[in-house]
């Protein structure tokens, strides 16, 4: 039955998970041992009404089990009376206790393997390489975070406490018929085949039917988050229509999919129960005739007949179950899709090299690129490129827009491998080198700094958590954040939104500038970073940046004449290749 509702496949894709199951072992097996204890007294409760009906009514004392439990009592109805009640309220308090604390024990075991699943494909989502983020939007991944996940702990936590329960009880309820009567036992049975042939059909169609649900569903929520995150843009430009239209079409696509999974699902209950209707009709006919013909008694009729209504309370949470289970094998899929992806070869390497890693001097910040090719998919964009620069010199990349400069930038950060060719520093290649290396020699300031939701001393402290208060505040004074933060409530202290809301774009850069001082690198790459800004604000940023400049190798892409003037050698890229090293910032006036 368990394979027939659920599907191996659909178990086969949960199961990938079980590791995140070992740590709850006990916990497991606890559950499942409550949930044998609910079974007996469920199989207990029908029994105290045949001991009324035969012991008691028809005078015929029960054999058995029950026979021996009640042979002190015999031609004492109403003792035997007064015990059925009792017995009937011990049994019901029983199954209670059990019900509950099997709930909570299994339940609470899914809630927290999930909880561990999400803790680790966040984790990975960020190991995960720059040319994966590129091809998913944001909204889909936060899907496959949140709400994919959020599908598998449902999954799981039905296996626990539905699956797992229903067919130990089932099982039970078979067992203990055949036991009552091996001749009714087999006419029950009869309905099996009719539910596994039912079940594996509908299972195959509503597992097609909930992986197209995710996918609408994701999609929506790549569309919801990226209008959500233009939305200055989208007021700006009085674009509501265009997105609401864009955003009907995908729900459209997604209530198309919820409705054909909603008609399976209400097609699949009925007709599951109904093949286990079967075995009640004919347990009724045969049942009955053989208390008509007097080889059976009222009392044992009724046990079994209630058996077999108990029998449809599992039945009918496993067919649910088959709900429940093939959505969250699709959302596994969208969860194992990441966890599978293969990670950054720097950040496979580590181990190896971690040991020496104490004993490597600090970089001296030469760089150093050996015929670098590089393409976004199929379109390379970097052709190459052989540059050598030097420590402490200041090279500025100039040319059209389109021409590579960014992504010659985004190689010598390491968020991007070569295709080709190599990126080093001082000698060894990228590849080569840890993350956490990489990061000691080389930080970024990008075109607008992002911000995150916190303290401004918590954004500060971004490349360095561990950074004492006073190097905080040394950088903050040497950035200019200080200027600013002083004039705000709370200091360094004030929270600062989503993003940097509440923050100018010179502010926000001061604050990228600040976070490099921190890190201390001996490499700085400096992506536009005045772009955009007023000539204020481009003043005081421009004075942050001389202070972070000093002494360190500098690559900087920019068309601001206050920064070219602070380059020592320049390298002019087109189509992909850098096609000239000018030494001397006199040639590059325009
Ligand atoms: N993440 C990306 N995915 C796909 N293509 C990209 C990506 N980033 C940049 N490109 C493409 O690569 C080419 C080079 O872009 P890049 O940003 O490096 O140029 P650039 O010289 O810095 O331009 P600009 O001066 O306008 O900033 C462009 O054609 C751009 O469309």
Same mark, same amino acid.
């Given at each position: 039955?368990?394979?027939?509702?659920?599907?191996?496949?659909?178990?086969?894709?949960?199961?990938?998970?079980?590791?995140?199951?070992?740590?709850?072992?006990?916990?497991?097996?606890?559950?499942?041992?409550?949930?044998?204890?609910?079974?007996?007294?469920?199989?207990?409760?029908?029994?105290?009404?045949?001991?009324?009906?035969?012991?008691?009514?028809?005078?015929?004392?029960?054999?058995?089990?029950?026979?021996?439990?009640?042979?002190?009592?015999?031609?004492?109805?109403?003792?035997?009376?007064?015990?059925?009640?009792?017995?009937?309220?011990?049994?019901?308090?029983?199954?209670?206790?059990?019900?509950?604390?099997?709930?909570?024990?299994?339940?609470?075991?899914?809630?927290?393997?999930?909880?561990?699943?999400?803790?680790?494909?966040?984790?990975?989502?960020?190991?995960?390489?720059?040319?994966?983020?590129?091809?998913?939007?944001?909204?889909?991944?936060?899907?496959?975070?949140?709400?994919?996940?959020?599908?598998?702990?449902?999954?799981?936590?039905?296996?626990?406490?539905?699956?797992?329960?229903?067919?130990?009880?089932?099982?039970?309820?078979?067992?203990?018929?055949?036991?009552?009567?091996?001749?009714?036992?087999?006419?029950?049975?009869?309905?099996?085949?009719?539910?596994?042939?039912?079940?594996?059909?509908?299972?195959?169609?509503?597992?097609?039917?909930?992986?197209?649900?995710?996918?609408?569903?994701?999609?929506?929520?790549?569309?919801?988050?990226?209008?959500?995150?233009?939305?200055?843009?989208?007021?700006?430009?009085?674009?509501?229509?265009?997105?609401?239209?864009?955003?009907?079409?995908?729900?459209? !696509?997604? +209530?198309?999919?919820? @409705? *054909?999974?909603?008609?399976?699902?209400? $097609?699949?209950?009925?007709? %599951?129960?109904? =093949? #286990?209707?079967?075995?009640?009709?004919?347990?009724?006919?045969?049942?009955?005739?053989?208390?008509?013909?007097?080889?059976?008694?009222?009392?044992?009729?009724?046990?079994?007949? !209630?058996? +077999?209504?108990?029998? @449809? *309370?599992?039945?009918?949470?496993?067919? $649910?179950?088959?709900?429940? %289970?093939?959505? =969250? #094998?699709?959302?596994?899929?969208?969860?194992?899709?990441?966890?599978?992806?293969?990670?950054?070869?720097?950040?496979?390497?580590?181990?190896?090299?971690?040991?020496?890693?104490? !004993?490597?001097?600090?970089?001296?910040? *030469?760089?150093?690129?050996?015929?670098?090719?590089?393409?976004?998919?199929?379109?390379?964009?970097?052709?190459?490129?052989?540059?050598?620069?030097?420590?402490?010199?200041?090279?500025?990349?100039?040319?059209?827009?389109?021409?590579?400069?960014?992504?010659?930038?985004?190689?010598?950060?390491?968020?991007?491998?070569?295709?080709?060719?190599?990126?080093?520093?001082?000698?060894?290649?990228?590849?080569?080198?840890?993350?956490?290396?990489?990061?000691?020699?080389?930080?970024?300031?990008?075109?607008?700094?992002?911000?995150?939701?916190?303290?401004?001393?918590?954004?500060?402290?971004?490349?360095?958590?561990?950074?004492?208060?006073?190097?905080?505040?040394?950088?903050?004074?040497?950035?200019?954040?200080?200027?600013?933060?002083?004039?705000?409530?709370?200091?360094?202290?004030?929270?600062?939104?989503?993003?940097?809301?509440?923050?100018?774009?010179?502010?926000?850069?001061?604050?990228?500038?600040?976070?490099?001082?921190?890190?201390?690198?001996?490499?700085?790459?400096?992506?536009?970073?005045?772009?955009?800004?007023?000539?204020?604000?481009?003043?005081?940023?421009?004075?942050?940046?001389?202070?972070?400049?000093?002494?360190?190798?500098?690559?900087?892409?920019?068309?601001?004449?206050?920064?070219?003037?602070?380059?020592?050698?320049?390298?002019?890229?087109?189509?992909?290749?850098?096609?000239?090293?000018?030494?001397?910032?006199?040639?590059?006036?325009?």
């Amino acid at each position: 039955m368990r394979y027939a509702v659920a599907g191996p496949s659909l178990l086969a894709q949960l199961w990938r998970f079980r590791a995140y199951g070992r740590p709850h072992r006990r916990r497991l097996i606890g559950g499942i041992g409550l949930r044998v204890g609910e079974l007996a007294a469920d199989l207990a409760q029908p029994w105290p009404l045949a001991i009324v009906i035969d012991g008691v009514l028809r005078h015929r004392p029960p054999s058995g089990v029950v026979g021996a439990l009640t042979a002190p009592l015999p031609g004492r109805p109403l003792a035997l009376l007064v015990c059925a009640a009792l017995a009937a309220l011990v049994i019901a308090l029983f199954s209670g206790s059990f019900d509950y604390f099997g709930d909570r024990v299994m339940n609470s075991a899914g809630e927290r393997i999930t909880s561990e699943v999400r803790r680790d494909v966040f984790a990975v989502l960020q190991e995960l390489p720059m040319p994966f983020h590129d091809e998913h939007t944001v909204g889909e991944l936060t899907s496959r975070v949140v709400t994919d996940t959020d599908r598998i702990e449902d999954g799981l936590v039905d296996v626990f406490s539905t699956l797992v329960p229903g067919v130990i009880t089932l099982t039970g309820y078979a067992v203990a018929m055949l036991l009552v009567d091996w001749r009714l036992g087999l006419v029950a049975c009869v309905a099996a085949p009719v539910v596994f042939a039912t079940a594996t059909r509908y299972t195959r169609l509503t597992r097609e039917s909930s992986r197209q649900r995710r996918r609408a569903e994701g999609m929506l929520a790549g569309l919801t988050a990226e209008v959500l995150t233009g939305m200055r843009t989208v007021h700006a430009t009085g674009s509501q229509a265009v997105h609401s239209t864009r955003f009907a079409q995908r729900n459209t !696509a997604t +209530l198309h999919a919820g @409705l *054909r999974s909603v008609d399976l699902r209400a $097609r699949f209950t009925p007709l %599951l129960e109904g =093949a #286990a209707a079967v075995g009640t009709a004919a347990i009724l006919l045969v049942g009955g005739y053989g208390v008509l013909d007097g080889w059976w008694t009222v009392g044992l009729l009724v046990v079994v007949l !209630a058996y +077999l209504r108990d029998m @449809l *309370r599992p039945l009918r949470a496993l067919s $649910r179950l088959s709900i429940t %289970l093939t959505t =969250a #094998a699709a959302s596994a899929e969208r969860v194992s899709e990441i966890l599978d992806q293969p990670r950054r070869a720097a950040s496979r390497a580590p181990q190896a090299r971690s040991a020496l890693e104490p !004993a490597e001097p600090p970089a001296t910040g *030469r760089i150093t690129l050996r015929g670098v090719t590089f393409g976004y998919g199929d379109r390379t964009v970097v052709r190459d490129v052989d540059l050598e620069i030097g420590p402490g010199e200041r090279l500025v990349l100039q040319g059209p827009n389109g021409a590579g400069k960014s992504s010659l930038l985004a190689l010598l950060a390491g968020l991007y491998e070569p295709d080709r060719g190599q990126v080093c520093l001082d000698g060894v290649s990228f590849l080569d080198l840890t993350d956490a290396r990489r990061h000691r020699a080389v930080s970024v300031v990008l075109q607008d700094t992002f911000l995150f939701s916190g303290t401004l001393r918590e954004n500060l402290r971004l490349t360095r958590p561990d950074a004492s208060d006073s190097d905080v505040r040394r950088v903050a004074d040497a950035a200019m954040v200080s200027d600013f933060a002083t004039d705000l409530a709370q200091g360094l202290d004030a929270p600062i939104g989503e993003g940097g809301i509440g923050l100018s774009g010179g502010q926000r850069q001061r604050v990228g500038i600040a976070r490099a001082l921190l890190a201390d690198t001996p490499v700085v790459l400096l992506d536009e970073p005045t772009a955009g800004l007023d000539p204020d604000a481009e003043k005081a940023v421009v004075t942050a940046l001389e202070r972070l400049m000093v002494g360190r190798t500098v690559v900087m892409t920019t068309h601001r004449p206050e920064l070219l003037r602070l380059a020592t050698r320049h390298a002019v890229v087109r189509h992909g290749r850098v096609v000239e090293v000018t030494p001397k910032m006199q040639r590059l006036a325009p």
